[in-house]
């Protein structure tokens, strides 16, 4: 086993594999960062499909391998004091045969032989007939997913490569979550983590219900994929048999120690010790949610300012975690299962054994902020001016709302950013709905364009789109409320976190307070550190138990020791999280008016779309019979 060290001594290192980036970096047992580096990751695009997205374990292995080695060279920190790895990333399908070699995924290559491109990514919508017809069995399992199943899921991911690849190499192939395919890369262990399993995999877990224990055989066989009725090891968790265990079924909870830690080669591609301890691996945001949630924040301004009690674990039940980069997800953490229509969950153990998560999520919030500014005409304006001023196109567009702000006021009278805009609406589902209808077939629209094409026009679109994203919010956190849960306050982390208008609009339409993370973009990597150092720290208490083996051998031992030490990571999460800003609502009550009427109206644009919708649909279906 690793040798252990003095705490003062001790660094951990999080690796996390964004939607179009490799990062990592080490941290101290206090939650400082002391150095991190990114790299790209190469994704594919089809010229005839719009909604393939595809990469590759092979880029993606290389790029966090070229990180971890600049940050031991960024630090100075020798490999044999770094104590522990945690990994994350998004939740993509990986595709390997049983020796891990990759298996194309594309039909831009021979797809099911070996390929470069053996990554579904998360984004790719290309099983929506497999997600349809999944949802049409109107499984039990179904309810563990909101009642709809997404089509970003891995479950209708692997029904289409059935489906569109020959049945032998089919037959060949092992399925990973991300998260899951990296800390095998890292140890060689096929153990599954539960949030992988749980949140996107169909897997109910043992005492989800009375009758759960893992995958359900007749949801499998009745969906096609029977093939894993009897025989989960290529999936991972087991199956509601009486036969108990399959091969390979061993399912973490966050961060307990996989395997016998970092493989020789896994070691040397990364520069670190064989035999570091590699924490069981979560989803990208729930790394987020583990490295916000715990979070104290400044009572106060300046060097004087107090900093919020240290919060216990059940005070996590009233925190929603939004981790908004690319998209955004709304988690939420509760001491029992809470069904939400349209909100993904309620999964148990996805994070700490015996809780339960709830996960609602928009599909393009980042992208979509990308996608309104570099669409319009202004675009090219925007840029230059912000290379002549050097700085970035979000400053000169401050820049040019304020300046229409101020022309806008009058004697007397200071017009807002919110009566600016209060004429025009955006429904923001450019990408389709992910919560709360869980619609993959909405879309965005505005209304109140005008003939204009000026750096104006492109700021005022700015803002509304920024509006759009803090409605929607509301309304995933009023669906979640309304089902039980008592969220009373959002912790933030992923990029959109360094926009302060948009985070003072998430408070202001959602009338709670905003906490934001001291390092707003590293929230999700320092998660997947704390599961380095849970990792470690739970190596070095239970390692005498064994000796030359995995830790872990038995899916009983696993559970017990996760109960027994869900507590110790609660506290690491509490150490290792430093203390963020709180953002109060502060709307006038003239905005708070014009906020309320937008929601109205935003929730009106939403049914009206889905009407037309129908309309649309009873028109074509009578011409065709006509």
């Known amino acids: 086993m690793h040798p252990t060290n003095t705490l003062l001594d001790n660094y951990y290192i999080g690796v996390d594999v964004g939607t179009g980036s490799a990062r990592a970096a080490i941290l101290t047992p206090s939650?400082?960062?002391?150095?991190?580096?990114?790299?790209?990751?190469?994704?594919?695009?089809?010229?005839?499909?719009?909604?393939?997205?595809?990469?590759?374990?092979?880029?993606?292995?290389?790029?966090?391998?070229?990180?971890?080695?600049?940050?031991?060279?960024?630090?100075?920190?020798?490999?044999?004091?770094?104590?522990?790895?945690?990994?994350?990333?998004?939740c993509s399908l990986a595709v390997v045969n049983v020796n891990g070699e990759p298996i194309s995924i594309s039909e831009e290559?021979?797809?099911?032989?070996?390929?470069?491109?053996?990554?579904?990514l998360w984004a790719d919508h290309r099983a929506e007939e497999e997600a349809n017809f999944i949802n049409s069995t109107e499984s039990e399992v179904l309810k563990?997913?909101?009642?709809?199943?997404?089509?970003?899921?891995?479950?209708?991911?692997?029904?289409?490569?059935k489906k569109h690849m020959p049945a032998e190499n089919f037959s060949k192939c092992q399925f990973f979550d991300l998260p899951d395919y990296l800390t095998y890369r890292a140890t060689a262990?096929?153990?599954?983590?539960?949030?992988?399993?749980?949140?996107?995999?169909?897997?109910?877990?043992?005492?989800?219900?009375?009758e759960s224990n893992g995958f359900d055989r007749s949801f499998l066989s009745q969906i096609g994929l029977e093939e894993f009725v009897n025989d989960t090891s290529r999936i991972g968790g087991t199956t509601n048999s009486a036969e108990g265990q399959t091969s390979g079924g061993i399912v973490f909870t966050a961060g307990l120690p996989v395997g016998r830690g970092l493989t020789k080669q896994a070691a040397t591609d990364l520069g670190l010790m064989e035999g570091t301890p590699v924490g069981s691996g979560v989803i990208d945001a729930y790394a987020g949610w583990i490295g916000?949630?715990?979070?104290?924040?400044?009572?106060?301004?300046?060097?004087?300012?107090?900093?919020?009690?240290?919060?216990?674990?059940?005070?996590?039940?009233?925190?929603?975690?939004?981790?908004?980069?690319?998209?955004?997800?709304?988690?939420?953490?509760?001491?029992?299962?809470?069904?939400?229509?349209?909100?993904?969950?309620?999964?148990?153990?996805?994070?700490?054994?015996?809780?339960?998560?709830?996960?609602?999520?928009?599909?393009?919030?980042?992208?979509?902020?990308e996608f309104i500014i570099s669409s319009h005409p202004a675009y090219a304006a925007l840029q230059d001016r912000a290379r002549q001023e050097g700085t970035n196109v979000y400053h000169i567009l401050a820049e040019e709302l304020q300046r229409l702000r101020v022309e806008a006021s009058k004697e007397g009278f200071a017009e807002s950013l919110t009566g600016l805009t209060k004429d025009i609406h955006m429904y923001p589902d450019f990408h389709g709905n992910r919560s709360p209808l869980a619609d993959p077939r909405m879309r965005g629209s505005i209304t109140g364009l005008a003939l204009d094409s000026s750096l104006a026009d492109l700021a005022l679109r700015f803002n509304v789109t920024l509006e759009a994203i803090a409605l929607q919010t509301r309304q995933i956190v009023e669906q979640m409320n309304s089902c039980g849960h008592d969220i009373k306050s959002i912790y933030m982390s992923g990029s959109q976190a360094k926009n302060i208008p948009l985070m003072q609009l998430i408070a202001d339409v959602c009338s709670m307070p905003v906490i934001l993370p001291h390092s707003p973009s590293a929230a999700v990597v320092v998660g997947a550190a704390m599961l380095g150092r849970f990792a470690a720290e739970v190596t070095g208490i239970h390692a005498k138990e064994v000796t030359g083996e995995d830790l872990f051998q038995t899916q009983s031992k696993v559970d017990e020791v996760g109960e027994s030490e869900k507590e110790r990571l609660w506290n690491i999460m509490v150490e290792m999280t430093q203390a963020g800003r709180k953002i109060e609502p502060a709307a006038s009550p003239r905005d708070t008016r014009l906020l309320e009427a937008k929601y109205a109206i935003f929730l009106e644009n939403m049914k009206v779309q889905r009407k037309w919708r129908d309309m649309m649909e009873q028109a074509e279906s009578a011409a065709k019979t006509s």
Request: with cysteine; hydrophobic share 35%; proline share 5%.
């Open 109 to 120: 290559e021979v797809m099911g032989a070996m390929g470069e491109r053996n990554i579904i």
């Open 144 to 161: 563990f997913v909101g009642g709809t199943m997404s089509l970003e899921m891995e479950t209708p991911k692997i029904l289409w490569l």
């Open 31 to 90: 939650g400082e960062l002391v150095a991190s580096a990114t790299h790209d990751t190469k994704t594919w695009r089809s010229h005839k499909n719009s909604n393939i997205f595809e990469q590759s374990t092979s880029d993606i292995w290389g790029k966090i391998s070229a990180c971890v080695k600049e940050v031991l060279r960024k630090s100075n920190v020798p490999p044999q004091q770094v104590m522990g790895v945690g990994f994350t990333a998004t």
């Open 292 to 369: 916000t949630i715990a979070a104290r924040h400044h009572t106060g301004e300046g060097e004087n300012a107090e900093v919020s009690a240290h919060p216990s674990i059940e005070e996590s039940t009233q925190r929603l975690a939004a981790v908004a980069g690319t998209s955004t997800c709304h988690l939420a953490q509760g001491t029992k299962g809470i069904f939400v229509p349209g909100v993904w969950g309620p999964y148990k153990n996805a994070v700490f054994p015996g809780w339960w998560m709830n996960e609602g999520g928009q599909s393009a919030t980042g992208q979509l902020i």
């Open 189 to 210: 262990s096929p153990a599954r983590s539960n949030c992988s399993l749980v949140c996107k995999t169909s897997y109910v877990p043992p005492g989800a219900t009375q």
